[in-house]
């Protein structure tokens, strides 16, 4: 805290953010959004901005701090007026922004008509040349001017053996052939091999496009699962339908316009499915992790009914001393009060002891309300359990042996991958205990393949090889041993 006749310039180290207010207020634990004055002791519910006004004695949503001196409270009052100002611009420079848009949209209204024109003509121009083509193409397999439709002449033997004295070929059958103007493809000379004028076409542009997506998801270090995106295919449809001389949006317009279009748009879809919950109710999905980097323990809350899943928030619950029962159930009752009472039906969590604890007595304060344990959850601790059992547990150990081995050391993983095809005996799974079996199983997979690999001439010969004792040779006795694969197949059968 400053001296009382001093007012900060910078935000106070190891706050919740860089706002000057927090020199003067404290955040209120698992209270979201109150502060305790720091002069007063009163609690200020509404956030940081709320706060400056109780220190700034601005009148109409919080009582002035009784304790604040004259220089502090004038100095936060200019604070306040300065980050209005600033907001004020923000949207006159964003209104400005969606005008200029509007008026542009106006006054190409006819360019675009224009160009919609010019494309039209475009389009009959290439189709009358592949109208031109398909005649050539259709006068060239009958006999050219000369056959006997253009000329009127008879169908019958006499016309067919003029048009095969002409052409040195048979003619097709009368069968292929129905009035004048037929469409040409139906009877084409079946040995013609020139391909369609709009087929070169569109490998052309195909190309051309394809560069084109390519370069931005290579020189972006974007993923190419992105090739596949429906909001790719979007994009390219859009480019194609405003055309060429329409600028790309900036940063700013990304990040503040259309960010936060995009946010009204996901949020009116959220109350849409709303009427779904209420109609046949939904389902509170919760599920902590925590960050290996920084042992941040987050708990994340998803919404989930027969249309779809969402994700409604997070809440870091790093600072909590004791995540016991207590704290679970305030938590997951104040995120069923915050989405609606009438919309949840049902809480989905880990079978956590507290977590369970907390579940039971939520359902005794709200009767409608069913806590439900984690399927997966459940099956990884009946794994868990399984692998508890002696002579599982050997069995595990064994193939964790032989697996640590090979992955410690580059020159056998790149052996194992010669007599296994490229394949690999290490995937982890989605959970802990679950990667043990599945690790397992791969072994037994690829039995043959590492039993060859430790036979082999390059193995026997290499260090490793010569070995009478260490990982090397455990591994290689497992392996080549039958203990090990019998009860493996046995144990996987299960």
Not at 314 to 322: C, G, H, I, L, T
Not at 376 to 396: F, N, Q, R, Y
Not at 480 to 486: A, E, H, S, T, V
């Amino acid at each position: 805290m400053p001296p009382r006749e001093e007012f900060p310039t910078k935000g106070l180290e190891g706050a919740p953010s860089n706002d000057i207010g927090w020199h003067f207020g404290t955040l209120v634990p698992n209270a979201r959004g109150s502060i305790v004055c720091k002069l007063c002791g009163k609690v200020v519910k509404g956030g940081i901005t709320r706060f400056k006004e109780h220190i700034a004695h601005k009148t109409g949503n919080v009582a002035p701090c009784p304790n604040v001196t004259g220089v502090i409270r004038e100095s936060m009052m200019n604070v306040l007026k300065e980050s209005n100002t600033k907001k004020i611009d923000k949207k006159r420079r964003k209104d400005e922004f969606l005008s200029q848009l509007i008026e542009e949209e106006d006054e190409h209204e006819g360019f675009i008509d224009e160009v919609s024109a010019i494309r039209q003509a475009t389009r009959e121009s290439i189709q009358s040349q592949h109208e031109w083509h398909r005649r050539e193409e259709f006068r060239r397999s009958t006999g050219g001017w000369d056959n006997i439709y253009e000329e009127g002449r008879s169908s019958h033997g006499s016309a067919r053996e003029h048009n095969r004295e002409r052409t040195g070929k048979s003619i097709p059958g009368e069968s292929e052939f129905t009035l004048r103007g037929a469409i040409p493809e139906l009877v084409r000379s079946k040995s013609s091999k020139q391909p369609k004028v709009n087929d070169s076409f569109l490998k052309s542009f195909r190309r051309k496009i394809g560069e084109a997506v390519s370069k931005f998801i290579i020189y972006e270090r974007l993923p190419f699962q992105l090739a596949s995106s429906p909001w790719l295919y979007n994009l390219i449809q859009v480019a194609t339908e405003v055309g060429q001389g329409v600028k790309l949006p900036t940063p700013y317009e990304v990040s503040d316009v259309y960010l936060e279009s995009e946010y009204q748009r996901v949020h009116d879809w959220v109350n849409v499915l709303k009427t779904h919950w209420k109609e046949l109710g939904a389902t509170l999905m919760c599920d902590g992790w925590t960050n290996s980097l920084n042992q941040m323990h987050i708990i994340n809350f998803l919404v989930y009914c027969s249309k779809g899943t969402i994700f409604w928030k997070s809440v870091d619950v790093s600072s909590v001393r004791s995540r016991d029962a207590e704290f679970y159930y305030r938590l997951l009752d104040s995120v069923v009060e915050e989405i609606g009472e009438n919309y949840i039906v049902q809480i989905v969590t880990d079978n956590e002891a507290a977590m369970k604890a907390a579940g039971k007595k939520l359902m005794l304060k709200r009767q409608h309300l069913y806590w439900t344990s984690c399927a997966a959850h459940c099956l990884d601790l009946c794994l868990e359990d399984i692998g508890k059992k002696p002579s599982v547990a050997k069995v595990l150990d064994e193939a964790k042996k032989v697996t640590c081995f090979i992955y410690n050391h580059i020159w056998t993983v790149d052996l194992m991958k010669k007599y296994t095809q490229g394949k690999k005996i290490l995937r982890p799974a989605l959970t802990r205990f679950a990667t043990h079996f599945i690790q397992l199983e791969e072994i037994t997979r690829q039995k043959q393949g590492l039993r060859e690999m430790f036979n082999s001439k390059e193995f026997k010969e290499s260090k490793w090889g010569k070995q009478k004792s260490g990982p090397a040779y455990e591994a290689k006795k497992i392996v080549l041993g039958k203990d090990f694969w019998k009860k493996a197949n046995d144990l996987i059968k299960r």
